[in-house]
């Protein structure tokens, strides 16, 4: 028995590749009979399979690149055009979740029951969060054969998940950009599947959130809120984004953590910074100022 292999057919088709592709090399190489010292070495690994090799520090910049380019091919293949990008607290409960925070609080010491008071003082919140998400995802905008402020959170729990909740309410779909934690992080179960991205870089999940974002809205949060905030009004403020409806919901909130006047007031923003957001308390009046803007008719 002869071991010659037989003889490859021609490809006489013009458009067909001649290199087979990465994924069918892979099964090639899987598939080699070859047991030797040489095979079995990590050196011998093909490159992209090679896990320990990819972690190295070295390839940090091919890491940076793959966190770049798979959620942004993902999200071109989902026919995403543009995002509505919801910012908030993964601490307020949802108005469901009120009557027994505030019970199991009855017998904590007065500090902490305040807390917990103030927090289910924002349970609306989580209410706008929701409406807002779903009034928008019932619109089902599309513009040029793409689909237009689809709703975008970070894809944790209590406002991030009452963006995606009222999303999937309204029938549509939603992301959510995960970060990687020390501890136990997840994606809230109202996320869309095939939507649903995690993060190692903080800066590449960053630029995911602005890529695609037509209008931010910002709800009571933490250092996390923050911190997106006011990236946010920088990137506009120096003109390296162009500007878009930013919504701070809870004005009796901000304005006590943050006195923005104060800011202008010692010269370090310009007066005129004040207007790169606006005010706002109900989904109406936040999807109100994204159309006047977009100049979107009812």
């Known amino acids: 028995m002869s071991d010659r292999k037989p003889p490859i057919e021609p490809d006489r088709d013009l458009e067909h590749r001649k290199f087979y592709p990465a994924d069918q090399e ?3 190489a899987e598939s080699a009979p070859m047991d030797t010292p040489q095979t079995r ?3 011998y690994r093909l490159a992209f399979r090679d896990t320990d090799f990819l972690l190295r520090d070295e390839l940090r910049p091919v890491r940076f690149q793959l966190e770049l380019l798979k959620p942004e091919m993902l999200l071109d293949e989902a026919r995403v055009g543009s995002t509505l990008v919801m910012y908030g607290s ?3 409960p949802p108005p469901e979740a009120v ?5 199991g ?3 904590l010491p007065a500090d902490q029951r305040l807390v917990v008071e103030r927090l289910a003082e924002k349970a609306k919140y989580y209410g706008e969060a929701y409406k807002l ?3 928008v995802s019932e619109m089902a905008i599309i513009e040029n054969g ?3 402020f689809v709703v975008c959170s970070g894809g944790g729990p209590s406002i991030m998940e009452a963006a995606n909740r009222g999303a999937s309410d309204a029938g549509g779909e939603s992301i959510g950009l995960n970060i990687v934690l020390p501890h136990e992080q997840a994606p809230n179960p109202y996320v869309t599947p095939y939507l649903s991205f995690q993060f190692h870089y903080f800066a590449l999940r960053k630029m995911h959130f602005l890529m695609r974002a037509r209008a931010v809205a910002v709800f009571p949060g933490g250092f996390g809120t923050f911190d997106e905030l006011f990236e946010l009004l920088t990137l506009i403020q120096t003109g390296k984004m162009k500007p878009i409806p930013v919504l701070l919901f809870g004005k009796a909130f901000w304005t006590r953590v943050i006195d923005f006047g104060a800011l202008a007031r010692e010269g370090t923003i310009s007066p005129e910074d004040l207007e790169l957001f606006t005010w706002c308390e109900t ?3 936040a999807w109100r100022n994204i159309a006047e803007f977009y100049k979107i008719a009812d």
């Open 283 to 285: 989904a109406d009046e």
């Open 133 to 135: 998400a779903r009034m």
């Open 41 to 43: 070495h990590p050196a």
């Open 99 to 103: 009557e027994v925070a505030l019970e």
């Open 90 to 92: 993964a601490r307020i």
């Open 105 to 107: 609080a009855k017998d």
């Open 26 to 28: 892979a099964d090639f």
């Open 146 to 148: 793409k689909r237009q």
